[in-house]
């Protein structure tokens, strides 16, 4: 059997594309918190969010906020934040090991819930969280700019309730929007109180651009702040005209997560060269093994979303499987 080491040696060395931007300037925040910019338009109108760097080396977000906040953009209607999160870690963001600043102590993403944030808990990330939470309980639509590790098509993560299916569709793009019920390893900012709530008026999305590093994600994520925006009637499409369109708008495609594979031993392996939206013909098709485990797909038409081995570890989602809605 490959060792941990030995297979981390096979995986994909990406080129780094994008030119990670100096967000220093934008440090000194409108209300008193650091990086996080609020705008009020004075015309009724709800309070929209767009935020970048939930993870320090996800770079085509801190591109798309730096360009929003340079531009000058303001809202028509209601009121806009432009905010960068784990400015922590992407500061320490190193082009000779580019994985190594995800997080300083924890996952940023995975500490949204009641018992995190208010419990004795003291990582840099919850401290983070908790400087931004009185902005967020404000938010009533939010934008979380993601990037993924292994070169796949962009998704859109709406949640699992009809609200953010919806809300993924009136944005229209990226074409696939994957239909998922949160994270077990802990909560993520897109599931964070009203968000998760299908009975609350609040509404997010998660957007992942495509692989950290390639050109292509500066687009994705430029593309989908300025058609969230226009779709919430934030601002007016003249506003942010020279991003809309950058990445094309495609028939929608919604992919309901029905299972989410968690690797139980360091010996976990896929079966073929998985790069995420393979869609698997037959039930019962031998996908990976975990040691003795033989991993299989549960239905026809299994569609693989977000394969991925980087940081392969027991507990640690390495796939997840999805069906096409209205297939049978």
Same mark, same amino acid.
């Given at each position: !059997? ?6 981390? $040696? ?18 000194? *925040? ?7 910019? %609020?705008? @009020? ?10 935020? $970048?760097? %939930?993870? +320090? ?13 340079? =531009? ?14 784990? #400015? ?16 300083? @102590? ?7 819930? &009641?018992?995190?944030? @208010? ?38 993560? %709406? ?6 299916? =919806?809300? *993924? ?16 390893? +802990? ?10 709530? =299908? ?10 651009? +495509? ?12 593309? $989908?702040? &300025? ?18 369109? !950058? ?15 968690? $690797? ?32 299989? %797909? ?17 507990? #640690? ?12």
């Amino acid at each position: !059997m490959m060792t941990l080491e030995a297979l981390r $040696a096979t995986l994909p060395v990406y080129p780094i594309e994008l030119h990670k931007p100096d967000i220093r300037r934008w440090k000194t *925040g409108t209300h008193g918190i650091d990086y996080v910019h %609020t705008f @009020d338009s004075g015309v009724p109108g709800p309070h929209v969010m767009i935020n $970048a760097l %939930t993870h +320090g080396n996800e770079l085509c977000g801190a591109i798309a906020v730096d360009a929003l906040l340079a =531009a000058g953009v303001r809202p028509a209607r209601g009121r806009l934040t432009l905010s960068f999160a784990n #400015v922590e870690a992407y500061e320490r963001f190193d082009i000779n090991d580019p994985d190594a600043t995800r997080f300083i @102590d924890e996952d940023l993403n995975r500490v949204w819930s &009641a018992d995190k944030l @208010d419990g004795p808990g003291n990582s840099l990330e919850l401290r983070r969280a908790r400087e931004l939470r009185p902005v967020i309980d404000t938010v009533d639509y939010l934008l979380d700019i993601h990037s993924m590790h292994e070169k796949a098509e962009p998704l859109m993560l %709406t949640g699992p309730h009809a609200k953010g299916v =919806a809300l *993924g569709r009136l944005v229209g793009a990226p074409s696939h929007l994957m239909i998922d019920a949160g994270h077990a390893a +802990g909560r993520r900012l897109r599931d964070y109180g009203g968000f998760g709530d =299908a009975a609350s008026p609040k509404n997010a999305l998660l957007i992942e651009c +495509g692989q950290h590093f390639e050109r292509v994600s500066r687009d994705v994520a430029l593309d $989908a702040c &300025a058609r969230f925006l226009v779709a919430l009637g934030t601002v007016d499409a003249s506003a942010v005209s020279e991003w809309l369109g !950058m990445a094309p708008a495609l028939e929608v495609r919604c992919i309901r997560v029905t299972d989410p594979v968690v $690797a139980k031993s360091t010996a976990f392996r896929f079966a073929d060269d998985y790069r995420g939206m393979e869609t698997i013909a037959r039930a019962g098709t031998v996908i990976a093994t975990d040691g003795a485990l033989q991993i299989v %797909t549960p239905y026809d038409n299994c569609v693989l979303l977000q394969p991925s081995l980087r940081h392969l570890a027991p507990g #640690v989602t390495v796939v997840r499987l999805g069906r096409l809605e209205g297939s049978a």
